[in-house]
């Protein structure tokens, strides 16, 4: 009956070109109320770790192939690549990513998460969709479903990548490693869009150039000499210097990068010793680090290996002893939109949404997006990058007027409005690849 449904749908698209954008969104409305709300339910109720999306990928993987597309699994580990040929012309790339995050849900939602997982540490923590992947993965399904109906409305080859660990900013580069370009193909294009709470529900924001910034964890082993708390000069005590070099990162961007030149080094993680009165021989510092160029990106991660060693020699430590600075684990250059290609597609947004469908993105931080590894390759794929707002009106005129502020992203009281956000995000997905896969 939904096939039916649907096919009645597309028929009325195809007959009336004129209705086609009500046709469309009236059948991805269909389909929200029919399988994919249920679907997002499911996800969010069910979220996985990073590079551990074992049971996620298996159900998007079984979402695809009801849908005629050829699907492939284990791609970098836990990735699902899916492709859906009709006919000659372009390839392109539209990226969902999958992971949750290791959070404690408290929304209070009747859906809400209480799973909890083994983490690639060995660790038992709990998971929540905190970032809005549940609405990717339902909305990827979404665009495949809405594509399979409407085969007569365009011609070539989508590639459906359900990426994994995106919140180690991991997944992509692993797919890449086992040769997702060289089995399933170069895409002409590659298209991705991230949820947004903070942006009002169902709206869409779409811009070129810069979208978000580099981002690089750092590891820093401070090694000491362990001696008694009450004898400090018999030791070398690496609390003492750990914190000398968490204060002097502080001048990289203070007094080392130009004032209109944007970074961030932020120390998150500071552990190290057991007991009040034991110097201990270790400490470990986990940085993140943010730039919006290679060059400011170079800078910093230049400067925190200079001081972390400048640091230790003034402590007096020997050279077999100087912090040990470990980086390129966990990275992502910045990611940009292809100015040309997000013009393109802003304009099938707007035509469809009208000026009061969309929104100006606005950035207010520097979050990172392993997006960035699909198109900045040898082969330099020009990619689009897009918003959907998340966050009903009402939260946002109770925040305006003073009320609790709209929870962010990787917050235990992330809450999106389902239904806005996924038939939004399904409807400009397809509208996006309808145009760049057009009849002849």
């Known amino acids: 009956m939904i096939r039916c449904l649907s096919a009645i749908v597309v028929a009325a698209c195809l007959a009336s070109p004129a209705n086609a954008a009500e046709a469309l969104r009236d059948s991805v409305a269909q389909d ?60 392109v790339l539209v990226r969902g990513d999958i ?10 939602l009747d859906y809400a998460s209480q799973a909890t997982q083994e983490d690639i540490d060995g660790i038992v923590k709990p998971v929540m969709h905190a970032c809005g992947h549940d609405v990717h993965i339902t909305s990827l399904i979404g665009t495949a479903r809405r594509l399979s109906d409407l085969r007569d409305r365009w011609s070539g080859t989508v ?130 680090v943010r730039a919006d160029s290679e060059e400011t990106r170079g800078k910093l991660l230049d400067g925190i290996e200079r001081i972390a060693h400048g640091v230790g020699r003034t402590a007096g430590l020997p050279e077999d002893l100087l912090p040990k600075v470990e980086h390129g684990f966990e990275s992502t250059p910045t990611t940009s939109n292809d ?7 802003r304009a099938v947004f707007v035509e469809a949404f009208g000026d009061e469908g969309m929104y100006d993105e606005v950035r207010t931080g520097m979050g990172a997006e392993d997006f960035a590894y699909f198109v900045q390759t040898e082969h330099e794929v020009p990619g689009a990058y897009f918003t959907v707002g998340g966050t009903s009106e009402a939260d946002l005129e109770a925040e305006r007027a003073g009320g609790r502020p709209v929870p962010s992203h990787h917050s235990p009281f992330f809450r999106i409005e389902p239904r806005p956000a996924v038939t939004a995000g399904v409807e400009a997905m397809t509208r996006a690849v309808l145009e760049l896969l057009p009849t002849e």
């Open 32 to 91: 929200y109320e029919a399988h994919l709300g249920d679907l997002f339910v499911h996800f969010h109720r069910n979220p996985e770790l990073s590079f551990l999306e074992t049971a996620t990928a298996a159900r998007l993987a079984a979402e695809l192939r009801e849908q005629g597309v050829v699907v492939t699994e284990g791609v970098g580990g836990t990735g699902v690549v899916g492709m859906l040929e009709n006919g000659e012309g372009p390839l």
């Open 99 to 108: 992971d949750g995050l290791p959070i404690l849900e408290d929304t209070g």
């Open 159 to 288: 590639m459906f990548v359900g990426q994994p660990a995106e919140e180690r900013i991991g997944g992509a580069r692993a797919m890449l490693e086992d040769g997702l370009y060289e089995r399933f193909g170069v895409p002409d294009y590659a298209l991705a869009f991230h949820v947004s709470a903070g942006d009002p529900a169902g709206k869409v924001g779409l811009s070129g150039g810069l979208i978000a910034s580099s981002s690089d964890s750092v590891d820093i082993t401070v090694h000491g000499i362990g001696a008694h708390g009450a004898s400090p000069h018999q030791g070398k005590d690496p609390i003492f210097i750990a914190s000398q070099i968490v204060i002097a990162l502080q001048s990289l961007v203070s007094r080392e990068l130009g004032p209109l030149e944007p970074g961030v080094v932020t120390v998150g993680s500071f552990h190290g010793g057991f007991k009040h009165n034991i110097i201990p021989d270790e400490v470990k510092l986990q940085v993140t």
């Open 339 to 345: 100015v040309e290609l997000a013009a393109r597609i």
